[in-house]
């Protein structure tokens, strides 16, 4: 299910997805991975349908983009709609988080109940970065009945947007899940659930096994 999962009901249903020429080799691997880890079938399910498009007017479509960063926005906002993987964000972890985030899934450490979970250093934050810890208000927010994932793939690292080395700006309230936050390595289990939860008429669920 999504960390930082309150997904808007703004939702990428059937996209296109389109690459720019500066994606080649292995980010353009990297993030055809990404894709396909959203779109799989775990024990018969499958999540989210893409489709690939070069060229022509493919309608709402996201652009995958060596921009200045890594951002994307969130959900469906409708035409081109870009996913920038600039320099040092081309890996397949960072682009399993922003597409989530096109999917709808916001900053796991942005849900409503996060300070039961976490505390946020403020005092540690570099300068015009306090923003991207604010908490969503609750009427905005939608958890699907997911519970807080410290090792969400959408959730900040301990020292993200620190302003200096050692000052981390994160802190778990339970120490041992001080190096599970900020997962880049691929979407966990939540993550993929609140996916499914968004697009599918069938639910994945947990297989147990004796």
């Known amino acids: 299910m999504g960390r930082d999962n309150f997904p808007t009901l703004r939702r990428l249903i059937n996209n296109v997805n389109r690459f720019n020429s500066a994606f080649r080799g292995q980010s353009y691997e990297n993030v055809v991975t990404a894709l396909n880890r959203y779109y799989s079938q775990r024990a018969g399910f499958t999540f989210v349908s893409f489709r690939f498009w070069e060229n022509g007017n493919a309608g709402d479509f996201l652009i995958f983009n060596k921009g200045d960063g890594c951002y994307s926005g969130v959900g469906k906002l409708g035409g081109q709609q870009e996913i920038s993987l600039g320099s040092g964000c081309e890996t397949l972890g960072i682009a399993a988080h922003e597409i989530g985030h096109s999917l709808g899934l916001y900053h796991e450490q942005s849900r409503p109940e996060r300070d039961t979970y976490i505390r946020v250093n403020f005092q540690n934050i570099a300068s015009g970065y306090t923003g991207s810890f604010d908490k969503r208000s609750p009427a905005l927010s939608q958890s ?65 096994t004796s």
């Open 144 to 208: 699907l009945g997911i519970p807080y994932d410290y090792g969400s793939v959408m959730h900040y690292a301990i020292n993200s947007f620190s302003k200096s080395f050692g000052s981390d700006t994160i802190t778990p309230l339970r120490s041992q899940f001080s190096y599970t936050i900020g997962n880049r390595v691929e979407p966990a289990f939540y993550d993929y659930k609140a996916v499914n939860l968004m697009y599918c008429s069938t639910q994945i669920g947990v297989v147990e």
